[in-house]
């Protein structure tokens, strides 16, 4: 790596660590103050409370790098402008995509590692944090939802259960069809379909329904009236809370749950919204640096106070309209990779008309 390139990335690097570290602090603190009643009703031992936010962290910082990013590359490559380092540079024969290189590269690496961290680490973390909060806050709050619409359920490896709604009230599901796959989900080798599942004596039993079972060339049909399932190996409490919120799994386990949706006729495209948003996301670390930056090596009187400014204001207008795209992916308004792209795309398309319009 050429000097000039580590000392760029030197003076970038010192500012996005402080940065991210501040926003963490602030992050912390705001939310510790939000739920510290809830910990102090509890009785929540303080090793447990610093282990919740040891769990949160990951995702904090998944959340604030995009905000640090912006405000290192405005700050860094700012102050450079401010005391005709640029100049000086560019005086020397180094254009401005050549001294910017080193940070979009750093950019796209940082993108391709939250990306990666988003399937393999992220998961993880969020569900202990989960099970933190509901072990030791929710232990003794009732929950007051009693029904639960459209719950999947992995019974095994190959076989899956949707129930259309459930019952906590009375512990029975309503609209019950169970599939049982074969050859890596290419084929369906048996469905069940049932009006009702009923917890009863600690066992699953499936009533009023139909098995279908199918090879390669017939079909058999049994109907029955009521079907002892001992091999679902999950309780009631399990059942009503068995999908995951969707930064609880990784980009595969989503796929695979949107796909059982499909396979039951659901409409999956709020999922896919937010399937779709596991890649998009961790691109904005590099699209923010693609903005900011050859913005800030625009020569300006305004100080280190103005930059803050303009990195929040960005900032806000960029994760406002990510926001937004995904509301209205949710509820169907716009197709789902486009609602999961739109801010990227929109602040992409700037980036790349300002590096354009910079001088070279």
Same mark, same amino acid.
């Given at each position: $790596?050429?000097?000039?390139?580590?000392?760029?990335?030197?003076?970038?690097?010192?500012?996005?660590?402080?940065?991210?570290?501040?926003?963490?602090? %602030?992050?912390?603190?705001?939310?510790?103050?939000?739920? $510290?009643?809830?910990?102090? /009703?509890? /009785?929540v031992p303080r090793l447990v409370v610093a282990q919740y936010y040891f769990y949160y962290l990951p995702y904090i910082i998944v959340l604030s790098l995009p905000v640090? $990013?912006?405000?290192?590359s405005l700050f860094s490559i700012g102050q450079m402008t401010r005391y005709n380092e640029i100049v000086a540079m560019s005086a020397s024969g180094v254009s401005l995509y050549r001294i910017l290189r080193p940070l979009f590269i750093f950019g796209l690496i940082c993108s391709v590692f939250i990306l990666y961290s988003g399937e393999?680490?992220?998961?993880?973390?969020?569900?202990?944090?989960?099970?933190i909060y509901q072990t030791y806050v929710s232990k003794s709050k009732k929950k007051n939802k009693t029904r639960h619409n459209d719950v999947y359920a992995q019974i095994s490896e190959n076989q899956w259960m949707h129930v259309g709604y459930f019952d906590t009230r009375i512990n029975t599901g309503f609209k019950v069809s169970v599939q049982r796959f074969e050859d890596n989900y290419s084929?369906?080798?048996?469905?069940?379909?049932?009006?009702? %599942?009923?917890?009863?004596?600690?066992?699953?039993?499936?009533?009023?329904?139909? %098995?279908?079972?199918?090879?390669?060339?017939?079909?058999?049909?049994?109907?029955?009236?009521?079907?002892?399932?001992?091999?679902?190996?999950?309780?009631?409490?399990?059942i009503s809370n068995s999908q995951k919120k969707t930064e609880e799994m990784s980009y595969w386990e989503l796929n695979r749950f949107i796909e059982n949706i499909r396979r039951n006729g659901g409409n999956p495209n709020r999922w896919l919204v937010d399937l779709y948003m596991k890649i998009s996301f961790p691109f904005a670390n590099l699209i923010i640096i693609l903005f900011g930056a050859p913005l800030?090596?625009?020569?300006?009187?305004?100080?280190?106070?103005?930059?803050?400014?303009?990195?929040?204001?960005?900032?806000?207008?960029?994760?406002? %309209?990510?926001?937004?795209?995904?509301?209205?992916?949710?509820?169907?308004?716009?197709?789902?990779?486009?609602?999961?792209?739109?801010?990227?795309?929109?602040?992409?398309?700037?980036?790349?008309?300002?590096?354009?319009? $910079?001088?070279?």
């Open positions: $790596m050429r000097i000039l390139d580590k000392y760029i990335l030197r003076r970038f690097l010192g500012t996005l660590l402080f940065s991210l570290v501040a926003f963490s602090i %602030i992050f912390i603190i705001v939310d510790l103050i939000g739920y $510290m009643d809830k910990f102090i /009703d509890r /009785d640090a $990013m912006l405000l290192a393999k680490f992220i998961p993880i973390t969020n569900q202990k944090k989960i099970n084929h369906i080798n048996q469905r069940i379909d049932a009006a009702k %599942i009923i917890w009863q004596d600690s066992t699953w039993a499936l009533q009023n329904g139909v %098995i279908r079972d199918f090879d390669r060339r017939t079909e058999i049909i049994e109907k029955f009236d009521k079907l002892q399932r001992p091999d679902f190996e999950f309780d009631v409490q399990e800030a090596s625009r020569k300006t009187r305004s100080g280190p106070a103005v930059s803050f400014g303009i990195s929040l204001l960005i900032c806000f207008l960029y994760f406002g %309209i990510i926001k937004v795209g995904q509301a209205l992916g949710h509820n169907g308004t716009l197709p789902p990779l486009l609602a999961a792209w739109i801010g990227n795309i929109i602040f992409g398309t700037a980036a790349i008309y300002i590096l354009f319009k $910079m001088r070279k």
